[in-house]
């Protein structure tokens, strides 16, 4: 038992890839969201205002998708770090995986997919359970949006990833292609004598800084990476 002030602090940076295994696309992947939708029409703000009804439907249908979706191994394991390690999950995604894993210190940048608020603030959210129509309204009558950050929107969680993220003694990046700022800044903020570890399948390019690399799905390297530092931490 690791009483909870000398655990290690842990930042996780998770982006699409953690959740491929789950069946939710990736964007930048062959066959990627952005292959099959245009940014401008579905995911800014003057898509919204241009066309609410087309960003009204592609956030439903892939809320949809996220509720038939499961948690992988990747998603779990990363639950599991916390009996050791004092674990801060920022992601990029917008499905509540990481929840339903059952992690407890999550900072969403780019939204919730299962939230809705009002176009005039983001200090009230709503849960969702299903679409939001056009007709949709707050209870203080404004209209409904996603609870989603879209492209030409403030980050507004970044001041405190940053923090978090300045603070860490491990960083880990999974399955992000580090492709959209200010998120794909953040791996710049760590101290440069934390440990850092790389999670992807893919041939991503950070060597300006030492991450050991795990290349691979999640669902089999997240597990790998895991178990290398509750290993580590239970011989501390
Ligand atoms: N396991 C781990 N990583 C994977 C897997 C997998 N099974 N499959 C793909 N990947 C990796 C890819 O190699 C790539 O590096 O996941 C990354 C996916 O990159 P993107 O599709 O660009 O997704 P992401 O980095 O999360 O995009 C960031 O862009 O469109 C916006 O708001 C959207 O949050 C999103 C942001």
């Given at each position: ?42 995911a800014t703000i003057n898509?919204w ?60 940048l780019h939204g ?10 983001d ?22 949006r996603?609870h989603i950050v879209w492209f030409g929107e403030a980050v507004p ?80």
């Amino acid at each position: 038992m690791i009483v909870e002030q000398l655990k290690k602090r842990i930042v996780v940076l998770t982006g699409a890839g953690i959740s491929a295994e789950s069946g939710l696309g990736t964007f930048r992947d062959s066959g990627g969201l952005w292959e099959n939708y245009d940014i401008s029409k579905v995911a800014t703000i003057n898509a919204w205002h241009q066309n609410p009804a087309m960003v009204l439907a592609f956030y439903n249908a892939r809320r949809r998708q996220v509720i038939a979706a499961k948690p992988n191994e990747g998603h779990y394991a990363l639950a599991a770090l916390e009996e050791f390690y004092d674990v801060t999950i920022i992601t990029q995604n917008i499905d509540d995986l990481h929840e339903r894993a059952g992690s407890s210190k999550i900072i969403h940048l780019h939204g919730e997919i299962l939230k809705g608020r009002g176009v005039d603030t983001d200090k009230f959210l709503y849960p969702l359970d299903g679409d939001i129509e056009l007709h949709h309204k707050t209870p203080n009558g404004q209209r409904m949006r996603p609870h989603i950050v879209w492209f030409g929107e403030a980050v507004p969680k970044m001041e405190e990833a940053e923090v978090m993220v300045r603070g860490c003694e491990i960083l880990i990046v999974i399955g992000t292609s580090l492709n959209v700022y200010p998120a794909a800044g953040l791996r710049y903020a760590c101290p440069n004598w934390c440990e850092k570890y790389l999670v992807d399948p893919g041939s991503i390019e950070i060597d300006d800084q030492q991450f050991e690399y795990f290349k691979g799905p999640a669902t089999v390297q997240v597990p790998l990476l895991v178990d290398h530092l509750i290993s580590k931490a239970k011989n501390s």
